[in-house]
């Protein structure tokens, strides 16, 4: 299985602190992405990073691939009260037309 | 519409019942998911349309689940028989093409078997 495993499962900061959590996978990628999950329900998608990337910003999101060691972590600089969610890696496998497969996800809890 | 639509939002069901999920799909999205995500677990996945493609049912724990996509627009996943165990809730979501294009995802059904 391709599937990704994020690492913590839980994590719990302070405002201000910046956040890490890392996501493994297993086979070869042609991308990796991040989302963000609020209350339970929908996904938003954060970042997505080619496997040809090794780094990748977006506003406060700092995304790293390393794909010798198949694996992949996202930093959020300056955390708010407002980043508590749950946050999951998905990779998408070589070949075309292979479904999008998502790890258990990193629970992360800013506190003010 | 603006978003990936499903219905209904809350669905209780006594075991042994069939139940149908609907979703709509953001127009033009030719890829569509669903997957199921138990109460405090990560996404599972269950199934995967692509254009006209045979779709991708490896996910599908049992042969109670099924799904259909009518085109490129709606889809519906049906239980039959439900059990207890299939409680959780029900994301759907839909993109642009292959290659692992950004999901864009509904705010899923909670179903519940009591």
């Known amino acids: 299985s391709q599937q990704g495993e994020e690492d913590p499962q839980a994590l719990s900061i302070q405002e201000g602190e910046n956040a890490t959590m890392n996501c493994s996978y297993k086979?070869?990628?042609?991308?990796l992405q991040w989302y963000r999950q609020n209350s339970g329900r929908g996904l938003v998608h954060l970042i997505l990073?080619?496997?040809?990337?090794r780094e990748k910003h977006s506003g406060r999101l700092r995304v790293t691939l390393d794909t010798s060691k198949k694996s992949s972590s996202l930093l959020i600089t300056a955390s708010r009260a407002a980043d508590t969610a749950s946050y999951f890696c998905?990779?998408?496998?070589?070949?075309?037309?292979?479904?999008?497969?998502f790890g258990k996800g990193t629970t992360l809890s800013v506190s003010s | 519409g603006a978003g990936v639509s499903q219905s209904p939002s809350n669905k209780v069901t006594e075991k042994g019942k069939d139940v149908e999920l609907r979703c709509d799909p953001i127009?033009?999205?030719?890829?569509l998911y669903w997957y199921r995500q138990r109460l405090g677990q990560g996404l599972e996945f269950l199934i995967y349309?692509?254009?006209?493609?045979?779709?991708?049912k490896s996910g599908l724990p049992s042969d109670r689940f099924s799904a259909e996509r009518t085109g490129e627009s709606v889809s519906t996943l049906t239980i039959q028989r439900t059990q207890q165990e299939d409680s959780a809730v029900y994301l759907c979501?839909?993109?642009?093409?292959?290659?692992?294009?950004?999901?864009?995802f509904g705010n899923g059904t909670r179903l519940t078997v009591t």
């Open positions: 979501a839909s993109s642009l093409g292959t290659g692992g294009t950004p999901l864009h």
């Open positions: 086979t070869s990628i042609n991308n």
């Open positions: 349309f692509q254009g006209n493609s045979a779709p991708d």
């Open positions: 990073i080619r496997s040809n990337e």
């Open positions: 998905a990779t998408a496998g070589n070949q075309a037309g292979t479904a999008l497969i």
């Open positions: 127009s033009g999205h030719t890829a």
